[in-house]
């Protein structure tokens, strides 16, 4: 389980993209997203890197 604090996350439209980025890269990651938070934590095959680099290309870089 991969968790990330995604800063520019604020409302219902950047949970969808962030689950919609994360599953067109890996239909069978479970996304978990805590809107309030500001965190995604995401079960799944794919390298934490690339998951990260998947998250910033959706326009939602991970905070370092």
Do not use: I, N, T
């Given at each position: 389980m991969h968790e990330?604090?995604?800063?520019?996350?604020?409302?219902?439209h950047c949970l969808?993209?962030?689950t919609a980025a994360v599953?067109?890269?890996d239909g069978?990651?479970?996304?978990?997203?805590d809107l309030a938070q500001r965190t995604v934590k995401?079960?799944?095959?794919?390298?934490?890197e690339a998951l990260a680099d998947v998250?910033?290309?959706a326009?939602?870089?991970p905070a370092a």
């Open positions: 990330f604090k995604l800063p520019d996350m604020s409302c219902g969808a993209a962030v599953k067109e890269a069978q990651a479970d996304v978990k997203v995401v079960e799944s095959g794919l390298s934490r998250l910033s290309e326009g939602y870089p």
